[in-house]
């Protein structure tokens, strides 16, 4: 069985930068749908981005202008370079893959990715 692990959190203060990578191992990322969640305490996990294996990328409302979903073929590395950061940006955030391409509101949806990340934390302080 493959794995993903993230790389690249930590505390940083607002209006700084983060770029968090996510290894494959096991998997083919091209042919992939690639995802980042986070999960902040007592919030549901939510989909920050994605990236399908035609190229198309998705940004959620709240990080669009700020945050930007990349993948390296030749590395196996999907990538979330995050810029602006905010307070509220402030969660655990994951890598995940599915093994097929997703719609885009299946892309939305955790239960739709069949492998995911150990989660890597991002704080962001004012």
């Not at 790389?7 to 749908?33: E, I, K």
């Not at 989909?47 to 930007?68: E, N, P």
């Not at 979330?80 to 892309?107: G, I």
């Amino acid at each position: 069985q493959g794995q993903l692990v993230e790389s690249g959190g930590g505390l940083v203060q607002a209006g700084g930068s983060l770029r968090l990578s996510c290894a494959a191992s096991g998997h083919t990322v091209s042919t992939y749908t690639m995802g980042w969640f986070r999960q902040a305490p007592g919030k549901e996990r939510e989909l920050v981005a994605a990236s399908w294996s035609s190229g198309v990328t998705y940004h959620a409302v709240s990080v669009k202008g700020r945050f930007t979903i990349s993948r390296d073929n030749a590395k196996n590395t999907v990538y979330l370079q995050m810029n602006s950061l905010k307070v509220e940006d402030t969660a655990v955030y994951y890598c995940a893959a599915a093994a097929r391409p997703l719609s885009s509101r299946s892309a939305t949806i955790p239960n739709s990715y069949d492998y995911w990340g150990q989660g890597t934390q991002v704080t962001v302080s004012s």
